[in-house]
């Protein structure tokens, strides 16, 4: 049976800006707005923060061939508005975690994005028998430490920032540019990104970097599954070039000594719309040497 509800779609919304369709998962706390489109191996995307829209791109290259799943975390996008108190990122690893287990998803890639690391990889390392592998764009998986990166956390997660962001929408507009999300979209699809970040969600933005920085317990999880339930899983980092001011790629390569890194020249924060075919060809390369081929060849021992 089909979990997902039909989910209305909103007029800024058009089928050539996302020509997929939106299903409503219900869970206890509220619909989560879920796109499942493809065949094949299963990619679930995960993003906290911003929506889905940051996917679209990549989604295009890789579902002829994997089966690709996003979801919308409380408070972003199309899914349910948990006001101040429901946005955090246990919230949305719960929001993961429901999509897996309703969906009765197996042999899963997650590609986890910003704020999406720790929330998925959380969901993940309480389930890593569904698990095949991990791609990390630009994201982490652990606490939070050292003056800069609890600083700027410190910073983008404040009253006087979220209230200010909520007014202007300076974050969102800054990111739908040539330097964030925008380096390759029409002015009709930076305007429909903007459309999925209404107030409400613009304050979500900032409440989740806000929890980042004291949900020790979802960041305690997420870090231990990395090291040990999650540690043995095939592993590909994608890093824009020009955006790791905070040492990410040396430390998941501390964490994972075989993975596989990757860099978009000339990127930033959002490689997979920086050059969508390049993060694709790698991901598809990857996902056919690390899992496809090694379930093949274990399938085909004799017994």
Known sequence: MNPLQQLVRPDWLTESAW??????????????????????????LVHTGMWSFVWRDLISELSPDYRCITVDAPGNG???RPGAAGTTLLAASAGVGAVIDSLDLQDITLVAHDLGGPAGFAAAASRPDRVAGLVAVNTFGWKPTGVAFRGMLALMGSAPMRSLDAVTAALPRATATRFGVGRHWSTQDRAVFLAGIDKDARRSIHRYF???RRADTLLDSAGRGLRTALNRK?????????NDPLGFQPAWKELFPDLEQRLIPRGGHFPMCDDPAAVAGWI??????????QRGRAGSRPA
């Open 19 to 44: 020509p997929w369709t939106i299903g409503a998962l219900p869970t206890p706390a509220g619909d989560l707005a879920l796109t499942d489109v493809g065949q094949g191996p299963v990619l679930l």
């Open 210 to 212: 806000r929890d980042a």
């Open 78 to 80: 199309l899914s349910y």
């Open 284 to 293: 598809r390369n990857w996902h056919t040497e690390k899992i496809s081929s």
């Open 234 to 242: 095939p592993m590909l980092t994608v890093f824009g070039a020009w």
